[in-house]
């Protein structure tokens, strides 16, 4: 008898690490840390970065990421359940592959690729420099070859870059669409929506003409792309007044006051999406959350420290501050 | 034709009174089996869900044990109505004492057992699903172990209120 797998196990001990992960009174702490150093101080009594934490802000964070991935393996060993949450890696490292070895970029190898991923950065540099695109998976591949081919063309790395950030999308939200749990498609679509908010409103300040910025975006459920493109064109208010029109109201006035405030509520959002998970015990839900939230902290945390580092005033970094899932 | 109906149909007649006794041993048996069966499968899928996330709890806080193994242990007690039922019944249909019925009291030993053993069954799964959400609750918070053991504890209702009716039943029959 083949039995449904069930995920109670997994999202009972996901239920103990969700009391260790910071709240929205831990995140005004840190903003109301004195220094960097006394910010770094409150993560790692915290228990970040375990017992022999790093002493600078991106090892601690690094080594929290890789925590989290490295629970994920040991909660779901060989699984690809949360391979939606892993896409743009792969299409990050894809990019600089493609970037190193066709522009001659001497960038520290290690500071372009991430790890965790759903294929080895090395595999996929291997692929793109013995132009043996066939071993990575067709749509990536496809990418890769357009990217290629465009960037021997024109020369033009940006152009490049909007080529595989948009097949990262398209990957992104096709994976969400098949994902086993509905927060991956959640997050599929938020990712996009924000991304497409913000290459249209990018590519707009750069000058760059309405087909090029239509044919950069990538379709997302509610977004209607020539609408878009046209708002982005006049300014960043006229997008806010079209998202009022879309299921995505809710980012209009953040989007209206500031980029950084639109990211963060899209962040939110995010959360706000992912928070029944906090109540399902059978579901694999809880487990996709909870790496959701863990990006979110860290992201937040990493915007807070360097803010930090750079002596920001308070008030600009507030701006920053993410809700917490818990 | 006239040779059957003399020498045929008494045999027949035997036949059939002795398949009526032996037919009721094997209604009241089918009844204690399903009692046994149901709600013993319920329990052990209720208990197998509890020690599931009991395992996932224990895997970070070990220190709760004995409040998640009784919160894991509650769906098994419907195995035990199950049990319970089926000991009384045995008792009275010949097979650990009294005799056996014939095929109406069969059939009626048989339907007493239902309710335990499908009530058994239903209310063991949920009630294992409702002692994961504890110990997720649990796991959140340990000081609502109190709260968090009374959430299941109440799907026992109707455990208990087929067990009465099962063997109120089986012990009047």
Known sequence: MIMKKDYIFEDARIRILETGLLTRADFEQLLAEPSYASALAYLTDKGWGGPDAPKNAEALLEAEEKATWDLMEELLPGSHLLDTLRLSRDYQNLKAAVKQIYTGSQLDAARLFAEGGTIPPAEIRRAVEEQDLEKLPEAMAEAAAQAIEVLARTGDGQLCDNILDKAALAALLQAGEDAEDPVLKDYAVITAVSADIRSALRAARSGRDGETIRDMLVEVPGLDLSSLTEAALNDRQKVADYLNLTPYASLAPALSRSMSAFECACDDLMIERIRPQLYESEKPGPLAAYVIARENEITCVRLLLSGKQNGLPEDVLRESLRNSYV | ?173
């Open chain 2, 1 to 173: 034709m006239g040779e059957f109906l003399t020498t045929g149909a008494p045999e027949m007649m035997q036949n059939a009174g002795l398949m009526n006794d032996q037919l009721g041993i094997v209604y009241a048996l089918l009844g204690v089996a399903l009692a046994t069966l149901l709600a013993g499968i319920g329990s052990a899928i209720g208990v197998g869900m509890g020690g599931r996330a009991a395992a996932g709890v224990l895997t970070e806080k070990p220190e709760l044990f004995a409040k998640v193994l009784i919160l894991q242990l509650l769906p098994g007690t419907q195995g035990i109505y199950g049990l319970l039922v089926a000991f009384v019944a045995l008792g009275k249909i010949g097979v650990l004492g009294g005799e056996a019925p014939d095929a109406k009291t069969g059939l009626l030993y048989l339907a007493a057992c239902l309710p335990i053993a499908f009530v058994g069954l239903m209310s063991a799964i949920h009630q294992g699903k409702t002692s994961v959400a504890s110990i997720g609750l649990l796991a959140k918070n340990p000081k609502t172990f109190g709260k968090a053991m009374l959430l299941p504890a109440m799907v026992e209702t109707y455990a208990i209120l087929a067990l009465l009716v099962s063997i109120l039943t089986v012990s009047n029959l």
